[in-house]
């Protein structure tokens, strides 16, 4: 099964949260978009150093992923199906202020 495959499928069961390697980032974020234009999905990316980032948007410089994931949400249609990706979100999984916790707290139902 191929990573847009697999992608696919979890979007389509509700997963809120994925985690994903690979070594080849470029490939596999043209993937994702090749599929979110396909599916007509909002996509979102973030990273520490360009902050969140979207197709014809530009919402600034975010100190860490939790503001990022607080911004899209106020950012899209609570009925369409947004993919947002945390490049290199691993850094924070241990960081002193917990931002994996937060994150994982956001999404708890």
Same mark, same amino acid.
């Given at each position: 099964m191929t990573l847009i495959d697999r992608l696919s499928e979890y979007v389509r069961a509700c997963f809120t949260g994925i985690w994903i390697e690979s070594h080849e980032l470029s490939d596999a974020l043209s993937e994702i978009a090749q599929l979110c234009h396909q599916e007509q999905w909002n996509l979102f990316t973030w990273d520490l150093d360009q902050g969140l980032r979207g197709i014809g948007i530009d919402a600034g410089q975010g100190a860490?992923?939790?503001?990022?994931? @607080?911004?899209? %949400? =106020?950012?899209?249609?609570?009925?369409?199906?947004?993919?947002?990706?945390?490049?290199?979100?691993? @850094?924070?999984? %241990? =960081?002193?202020d917990s931002i994996g916790l937060q994150v994982r707290d956001f999404y708890r139902p």
């Open positions: 860490d992923p939790l503001s990022a994931i @607080r911004s899209v %949400n =106020s950012l899209v249609a609570p009925d369409s199906t947004t993919i947002l990706i945390l490049q290199n979100f691993h @850094r924070f999984l %241990n =960081s002193a």
